[in-house]
C-alpha cells in the first residue's frame, strides 16, 4: 500500500483529483446558473477535458532518466495508469450528471473519456507531460468551431460533440484511444 501510495503522490494524483472534482463541480454550477445542463455535449466534454488535462501532468514522474533506468517493469504501470485516470474522469462527469438529476449517457463518457485520453498520451509521448495537454485542447477547440454537418471529415474533426451513435465519431474515439494508449505505453512520456 506504501508504494501505491508513493506512486500517487510522485505522480500528483491528490491535486489532479482535487481540479478534476473541482472543474466538475464548476462546470455543473455554471450551467445551473445559466439554466443549462451538463447534458450538453459542448458541457460534459469539457468537463471531461479538464479532467484529462488535470491527469495529464502525472504522465511523467519527476526525474524520467530515473524512471527509464528504474529495475521495474513501467509498461503496465503506465496502462493501469490510464486506464484508471479515464475512469476517474468518467466516473466524476456520471456521478454530476446523475446528481443532477440529468440523463446520463455512460457510451457518451466512455467514448469521450477514452478518446481524450488516447490524446493525452499522444502529447505525453510526444511533448513530455508538461505538454500532454495540447492535442486534446487543440482538437477540442477545432471541435467547437468544426461545422455540423453529416460528411466523415465534419464527424471526424467533431467527434467530441457527436451523439452517441455516430460511427464515424466512435471510431475516431477507438483510433485514438488505442494509438495514444500504445504510443505511452511502450515509450513513456517525452524528456
Do not use: K
Not at 13 to 23: D, E, F, M, N, R
Amino acid at each position: 500500500m506504501r508504494r501505491l501510495t508513493l506512486y500517487a503522490r510522485s505522480r500528483q494524483a491528490p491535486a489532479s483529483l482535487a481540479v478534476s472534482v473541482g472543474s466538475a463541480l464548476t462546470v455543473w454550477a455554471l450551467a445551473r446558473i445559466s439554466g443549462g445542463s451538463l447534458e450538453d455535449p459542448r458541457l460534459s466534454t469539457l468537463v471531461l477535458f479538464a479532467g484529462v488535462a488535470a491527469f495529464s501532468v502525472g504522465l511523467g514522474g519527476q526525474d524520467l532518466a530515473l524512471d527509464r533506468t528504474a529495475a521495474i517493469r513501467w509498461m503496465p504501470r503506465r496502462a493501469a495508469h490510464l486506464l484508471l485516470c479515464g475512469a476517474f474522469v468518467g466516473g466524476v462527469l456520471l456521478t454530476a450528471q446523475a446528481l443532477g438529476g440529468q440523463p446520463v449517457s455512460p457510451s457518451f463518457v466512455a467514448r469521450n473519456s477514452a478518446g481524450l485520453l488516447g490524446l493525452v498520451a499522444l502529447g505525453a509521448a510526444w511533448g513530455g507531460a508538461a505538454y500532454a495537454w495540447l492535442p486534446p485542447f487543440a482538437w477540442l477547440s477545432v471541435s467547437f468551431v468544426a461545422p455540423p454537418s453529416t460528411g466523415t471529415v465534419s464527424q471526424v474533426l467533431g467527434w467530441m460533440l457527436r451523439e452517441p451513435g455516430a460511427q464515424a465519431a466512435t471510431w475516431t474515439a477507438v483510433v485514438l484511444a488505442v494509438v495514444g494508449t500504445t504510443v505511452y505505453v511502450v515509450g513513456g512520456p517525452r524528456r
